[in-house]
Structure formats: structure tokens, C-alpha cells
Nanobody
């Protein structure tokens, strides 16, 4: 079983910065993808940024140039540095981790964290 726990988030004024972190623990053989998603009230969950095992990254157009995703493989941890925050960034941010908890067939996992609130005031 794999657990994913986010930390960080909070309240900030527009133009400010916040940092999120997410750590995966439990029975982990390897982690492939790690990423951040967000869901604002009344809206569907959307991709914010992802990173793969090779270090490649992908960002939503709305956050390019403002957010940076990074990963510390040795600690099974992914970070999201958010700068120049806007009120429209207000949402619950969720961490997602995909990988394998063993080397055989059917060992893949796709686990979500509980979410952390980010609120940006205008």
C-alpha cells in the first residue's frame, strides 16, 4: 500500500509565493510519474504540472513561467514552487503518484493525496 501526503499551501495575496510538497511512502518499488492537479469550486480537477522518471516536465499553459515542479527521487518527494500567484490559482491542490510496488504483473499503483488548500486573495 502506498500513501501520499501533501504539505504546504495556505493563504497568500496576489503576486505572492507558496510552496507545496508531497511525499510518497509505503511499499514502493519504483515511481514513474509524480504530479500536481487542482480543483476549484464548481470546476473539474485539472492538471497543473507533472514530472516523469527521466526528469521531463509538463505544465498547464496557465501556470507556465510561474510554477516550477521538482522531484527528489531518493525521498520519493515532489515539490511545486508557485510564484506570482493569481486569485484564479485558488483551488485544492492534489498530488498524484504513479509507479509500481513490486516488479511483477499487476503491481502498478496510482495514488492521490488528500489535497491541500491554496487561497490567493486579490
Amino acid at each position: 500500500q502506498v500513501q501520499v501526503v501533501e504539505s504546504g499551501g495556505g493563504f497568500v495575496q496576489a503576486g505572492g509565493s507558496l510552496s507545496l510538497s508531497c511525499a510518497a511512502s509505503g511499499t514502493i518499488f519504483t515511481i514513474n510519474g509524480m504530479g500536481w492537479y487542482r480543483q476549484a469550486p464548481g470546476r473539474q480537477r485539472e492538471l497543473v504540472a507533472t514530472t516523469n522518471s527521466g526528469g521531463g516536465t509538463n505544465y498547464a499553459d496557465s501556470v507556465k513561467g510561474r510554477f516550477t515542479i521538482s522531484r527528489l527521487n531518493a525521498a520519493n518527494t515532489v515539490y511545486l514552487q508557485m510564484n506570482s500567484l493569481k486569485p484564479e490559482d485558488t483551488a485544492v491542490y492534489y498530488c498524484n503518484v504513479k509507479g509500481y510496488h513490486c516488479s511483477g504483473f499487476g503491481c502498478n499503483f496510482d495514488t492521490w493525496g488528500q489535497g491541500t488548500q491554496v487561497t490567493v486573495s486579490s
